[in-house]
């Protein structure tokens, strides 16, 4: 009798840093990709408000609702057996204050079951993570570039202030948060951070030494119909297959080959 896969927990992947094991992280956004990305032994499945852009076609992150998020986020835990699944808290829900963003956070860990929330920010949210966590809700911060921020930020480029950087890791650990996920930073900055930190981190678009990365899947995969950021290493092109197929598909409609006799019910 097979026995079910173990579960990712913040126990497990603390150990997997302690023991230099790296830690692989993913999006996903459905029950189908989620349980093909658990399957394969992703460790954590990231429900990210990168949702706007990928599913939606926004140019940003911030027209993501919360509603949209719970449902997506349900999505991906009805299909997911070993993977943490991590679900982001979308703009403006994680910079509204300590009570609102606790109200918010248990919300969607209560209509999810999602594992762990996502939330941006570092020092100046230190005392939301303090308290997200003292409820029981782990929390991975989000530092360096900043999506729901990018306007603040001048648009999407590399963040290059170490010192800040720094600052609002360490301070996010402080706080609680059993994860820190370092976007667009300097290699260099990315892993003296990984070096001082006790818990993990996640880069994307942070080099090779931090403890684990995360991309987009449908930026990895292949399917991404736009822009494809430097930092990505696409291991597919399923947009040349999906396009293959759906014109073989449509080609058998036009000339009546589909469906056949056996494809057919008498």
Not at 48 to 69: A, E, F, K, W, Y
Not at 182 to 196: H, N
Not at 214 to 234: A, C, E, I, N
């Amino acid at each position: 009798m097979a026995t079910e896969p173990k579960q990712v927990t913040t126990a497990s992947l603390l150990k997997m840093k302690q023991q230099g094991e790296r830690i692989s992280m993913l999006t996903a956004y459905d029950f189908t990709f989620a349980s093909l990305l658990d399957e394969a032994g992703v460790d954590m499945l990231l429900v990210g408000d990168s949702l706007g852009m990928v599913i939606q076609g926004n140019d940003t992150t911030i027209p993501v609702t919360l509603r949209q998020m719970i449902y997506h986020g349900q999505c991906v835990v009805r299909g997911t057996k070993r993977a943490m699944v991590v679900v982001d808290l979308p703009f403006p829900h994680g910079q509204l204050g300590v009570r609102k963003t606790l109200q918010v956070a248990a919300r969607v860990m209560k209509k999810t079951g999602c594992a762990a929330i996502k939330l941006e920010g570092g020092a100046e949210q230190a005392d939301t993570i303090s308290a997200l966590v003292s409820a029981g809700i782990p929390v991975i911060a989000h530092v360096g570039l900043r999506p729901q921020s990018v306007h603040a930020l001048g648009g999407y480029r590399v963040q290059r202030d170490a010192e800040r950087i720094e600052q609002d890791a360490v301070a996010a650990q402080q706080a609680g948060a059993f994860c820190v996920l370092m976007e667009c930073v300097p290699s260099e900055v990315a892993k003296s951070i990984t070096d001082k930190l006790r818990v993990p981190t996640i880069g994307i678009g942070a080099g090779a030494g931090c403890d684990g990365q995360v991309l987009v899947t449908h930026d990895m995969l292949g399917l991404t119909v736009s822009h494809v950021p430097k930092f990505v290493r696409q291991t597919g092109q399923l947009a040349d297959h999906v396009r293959l197929a759906v014109g073989t598909y449509n080609q058998s409609v036009r000339d009546g080959t589909f469906p056949s006799e056996q494809e057919s019910f008498r």
